[in-house]
């Protein structure tokens, strides 16, 4: 049975913002917003063509401020957008003989939008793709719905928040059983597969993450042959994503008992960051929750050099507005949610918090993070 297109859109909140910018139509390109907004995800190949710009096999959602949305999209992707969306309408086009836009173009027309202010994503939409809707629709006015987008996105509804506990707690299970297993000379990849693999048979439908040895310092150059040894820190960043929404979580783990070093560090790391978890309140400015941070660890004579120190989460894309980073202005509001993560070098915790009126509440808390993982 479909999911109704209430229980995940923020439908109130988006006519809201529409009418705000004089919008009559929304055209979702981008995978976060078509995503969010077709309530249907895409696999493999198939969300390959939804993230590059100029594919020929490219789907549209036309979601208009007064009546029923439309997709355009390709026969391939036909049958599941019929089985999983909230849409009802689709205009199939056949890929690689007419160009998906050409087809937007026309549905535009058929919607009775051509004269009309309509929303676009101008940081995904291509130029070649920009220049084509303005010759074929002259007196269509094109508007930045980027920013709309993202605040509509940003407060979760119970639905969201119910599918990142899943994915959540898929991924926390994940590192529980996989952790264990670790000894001297197993090698990055072996832990990387194991940790993809369990939450794949889990459920989730596309796994994702960074795994290195403390003495592999170079970001994303891990999963790699690198073999473990005994007290080697272990760091990890994973996504797994559960009907299009990612449980987010780093665990810190170390091959053997950790050093008395080791368990002091990871404190100080700690401490600082449930101390940033405490400032996620509604109201307080994402660069204000940074500052806090790159404050703290000033305090214990720690540059902080990372470019953010947490971010929302959604749909698609685990990254995404606010991001906690310096002097960004955009303030926190009840019902978002944000993967918290200041961390230094492979001393990386990260969970997913809901903004409540009254503080912080803990999405991923199947994991004690009080104490580093000690495995084997």
Not at 4 to 28: C, P, T, Y
Not at 270 to 289: F, M
Not at 334 to 353: K, L, N, R, S
Request: hydrophobic share 40%; proline share 5%; aromatic share 10%.
């Amino acid at each position: 049975m479909k999911a109704s297109v209430a229980e995940f859109v923020q439908i109130g909140r988006l006519a809201q913002q529409m009418d705000e910018q004089g919008l009559d139509a929304i055209v979702a390109r981008a995978g976060i917003n078509f995503t969010y907004l077709s309530g249907m995800v895409y696999p493999g190949t198939l969300a390959r063509h939804l993230d590059l710009a100029d594919s020929p096999r490219g789907v549209y959602l036309v979601w208009p401020r007064s009546g029923e949305p439309r997709m355009v999209v390709n026969a391939i992707a036909e049958g599941l957008a019929r089985r999983d969306s909230y849409v009802e309408h689709f205009d199939v086009y056949e890929g690689y003989i007419e160009p998906p836009v050409e087809r937007l173009a026309k549905v535009i027309v058929d919607m009775g939008l051509a004269e009309s202010r309509v929303g676009f994503e101008t940081n995904f939409i291509s130029m070649a793709d920009g220049s084509t809707l303005r010759s074929r629709l002259p007196r269509m006015q094109i508007a930045d719905s980027t920013q709309l987008m993202d605040t509509v996105r940003a407060v979760k509804t119970p639905a969201e928040l119910t599918l990142f506990k899943r994915g959540a707690d898929l991924l926390d299970d994940a590192f529980l059983a996989c952790f264990p297993t670790v000894r001297p000379g197993m090698r990055e990849r072996d832990l990387h597969a194991a940790l993809v693999a369990h939450c794949l048979a889990g459920g989730s439908e596309f796994t994702h993450g960074i795994l290195n040895s403390g003495r592999n310092t170079i970001p994303y150059a891990g999963e790699s042959d690198f073999a473990f040894a005994a007290a080697d820190a272990i760091r990890t960043d994973y996504v797994a994503y559960v009907k299009g929404y990612p449980g987010h979580q780093s665990r810190c783990a170390v091959v053997g008992q950790p050093s008395a070093e080791q368990q002091q560090q990871y404190a100080a790391v700690r401490d600082i960051y449930r101390a940033a978890n405490d400032k996620l309140i509604p109201g307080r400015t994402a660069g204000e929750v940074y500052q806090f941070v790159v404050e703290r660890f000033a305090a214990i004579g720690v540059t902080y050099k990372s470019m953010l120190a947490g971010h929302s989460v959604g749909a698609w894309w685990h990254q995404q507005e606010p991001v906690i980073s310096r002097d960004n202005p955009r303030r926190l509001e009840e019902g978002m949610v944000i993967a918290m993560e200041p961390h230094v070098d492979h001393w990386h915790i990260q969970d997913m918090f809901v903004i409540r009126a009254n503080g912080p509440e803990l999405i991923s808390d199947k994991f004690p993070t009080d104490k580093i993982f000690a495995c084997g």
